[in-house]
């Protein structure tokens, strides 16, 4: 049968946790398949915030939108996750269920646009602000490109260094898979 895959994983810590009517937001839209999932979850009553740096990403994430057709009301972003809390009306801060993150570059495009340690670390930050009791952040990381070990080692620090007493940390990965293989790094606020 297999355990579940990096990406399944997610989903399934996300579909556990939050609610239809709810506010989610995808950190990196990139093809959408994310956005669509939490469009999926919060339903005609709930909302879906989407970034991205790159505008080619958010028109594949309007497109797999526009073909799905999910009931949710969805924001696209053309700005950095850094800046999610200013475009997050004030009354969904402390109120967010769910923050995806699936860090490193756009399949098919230029691989120099990436993540990058110090924009994901402030936005990581943002997340927890944002999120209600319960919530969650995901984060998948990919260490195979040329700066991808180093942003996966200051998310590591950054999660490593998180109030026990507020929040629970989780690493899933896989120990024996060769090539540099994703792994994810969940976040719970108690
Ligand atoms: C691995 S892809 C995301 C894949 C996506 N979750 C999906 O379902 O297809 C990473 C994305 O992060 C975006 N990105 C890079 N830096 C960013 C930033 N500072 N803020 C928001 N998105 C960023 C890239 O443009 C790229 O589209």
Excluded at 12 to 36: C, H, M, S
Excluded at 43 to 69: S, Y
Excluded at 78 to 91: K, N
Aim: net charge negative; charged share 20%; aromatic share 6%.
């Amino acid at each position: 049968m297999g355990f579940v895959s990096i990406l399944g994983f997610a989903h399934r810590l996300i579909a556990e946790r939050v609610q239809p009517g709810e506010t989610a937001i995808d950190a990196t839209a990139g093809n959408g398949v994310d956005t669509l999932f939490l469009a999926r979850i919060v339903g005609a009553a709930g909302e879906v915030h989407a970034f991205d740096i790159q505008p080619q990403a958010l028109e594949r994430t309007a497109a797999r939108l526009a073909r799905e057709q999910p009931d949710a009301k969805v924001r696209l972003h053309l700005r950095s996750h850094a800046e999610m809390a200013a475009a997050v009306a004030d009354e969904q801060h402390g109120r967010v269920a769910a923050v995806m993150f699936n860090l490193g570059y756009l399949p098919g495009e230029d691989h120099a646009i990436v993540t990058r340690p110090n924009t994901t670390v402030q936005a990581l930050d943002a997340a927890c602000r944002l999120l209600r009791a319960g919530g969650i952040v995901t984060i998948v990381l990919y260490t195979g490109h040329p700066g991808g070990q180093e942003e996966a080692d200051a998310v590591e620090r950054w999660a490593e260094a998180l109030p026990q007493r507020e929040y629970q940390a989780l690493l899933y990965r896989f120990a024996n898979q060769r090539n540099h293989p994703p792994y994810l790094i969940a976040v719970e606020k108690r």
